[in-house]
């Protein structure tokens, strides 16, 4: 199903979901359109229109769907307290201020990123296909949350889509030990014919910081290798890594991927950059930050068909390669996450206990049902 579809089937009344009876500080198994149902009432209780609401609420649901409670609920009391503050509206309004047919400049002015973000991805598509290809550049916008719930819907519609934000400041400079430089995170998606969409999306860092985040909400350590404390010295406390460093993925590699997609999200755009870009969990500053999508319509390239068929072929070609000593199987971009949409789908969504409390109090605050559990 689209993301498009989702979010309309996330439409119905919260009314009729009965209150699950859970105990604090236990986590706890909940479907996917009760979860959706949830939270897009907290964020009606909260001013933001039904279907902008519904449109959040599935991109933080299809996070949990693809195995990455990183960029799920937990995002949820952040993004509550912004909209409490004012730091983030809860009417998105967007504004055009440049347009010469296949180049768009959308200002978001400071609404949700990932409303701003789908307005952006639809005239993508559309201009697109009238120009072959589109450049949608989007400046005081706010997170986004995953990338690739985007690039999927560009896909879908049989386009080629990148897409690139940029982020509060979280590493250093390689040779440094001040966070001077974002995440950075970037997707490129693609329709793959038969074999549906392959899709990429990832921080410029070792791990995204969500990950991190993640962590300290389950109680965990982090691995070596993800994060610095402040002063520059290794930690596995994902409290410490957060007031820290989050390291670079493939040492000065990471870093300079990560300050050119600055180059094309913030500085491109028009929007704020490096340290002027405020961060998710940052309750009282606006986020200002920006985006950059590029769409491609394969059909201005030669005949939509061979594509697809090339790029079956891709897929199947990388898929019967020999395996290594260590491998059951070769899985190709995006390929993880159908797996656990279809797993999760049918099994529940098991949310950390943390995150489940946190749900419950928003919900009892916006008068809004919370989800019933599944057992054990």
Known sequence: MSQQAMSTSAQSSTARMPTAQVPTGAPATVSADDLRRCVSGILIAHDVPQADADLLADTLVVAELWGHASHGVLRLPWYVDRLRSGAMRAVTQTAVVQDSGAVVVLDGQDGIGQIVTARAVEIGVERARSHGVAAIGVRNSGHFGMAAYFTRIAAEAGCVAFLSTNASPAMAPWGGRTKAIGTNPWSIAAPAGRHGVVVMDLANTAVARGKIYLAKER??????????????????????????????????????????????????????????????????????????????????????????????????????????????????????????????????????????????????????????????
Do not use: C, N
């Not at 610095?228 to 670079?248: K, Q, R």
């Not at 500085?267 to 950059?292: C, I, M, N, Q, W």
């Open 219 to 376: 109680g965990t350590t982090i691995p070596d290798g993800w994060a610095a404390a402040p002063d520059g010295s290794p930690t596995t406390d994902p409290a410490v890594g957060i007031e820290g460093l989050i390291l670079p993925m493939a040492g000065p590699k990471g870093y300079v991927i990560s300050f050119m997609m600055d180059v094309l999200s913030g500085v491109l755009t028009g929007s704020s950059f490096g340290a002027d870009v405020g961060g998710p969990y940052e309750k009282d500053r606006r986020s200002g930050a920006g985006h950059l999508l590029l769409v491609i319509d394969p059909a201005a390239m030669g005949d939509p068909g061979e594509f697809a068929a090339r790029a079956e072929q891709l897929v199947d070609d990388t898929r019967g390669g020999d395996l290594a000593a260590w491998a059951g199987e070769i899985l190709v971009p995006g390929e993880l996450e159908d797996r656990s949409r279809a797993q999760k789908e049918a099994r529940g969504i098991s949310l950390a206990s943390a995150t489940w409390d946190s749900l419950r109090v928003l919900a009892a605050q916006a008068r809004v049902p919370v989800p019933s559990v599944r057992p054990a």
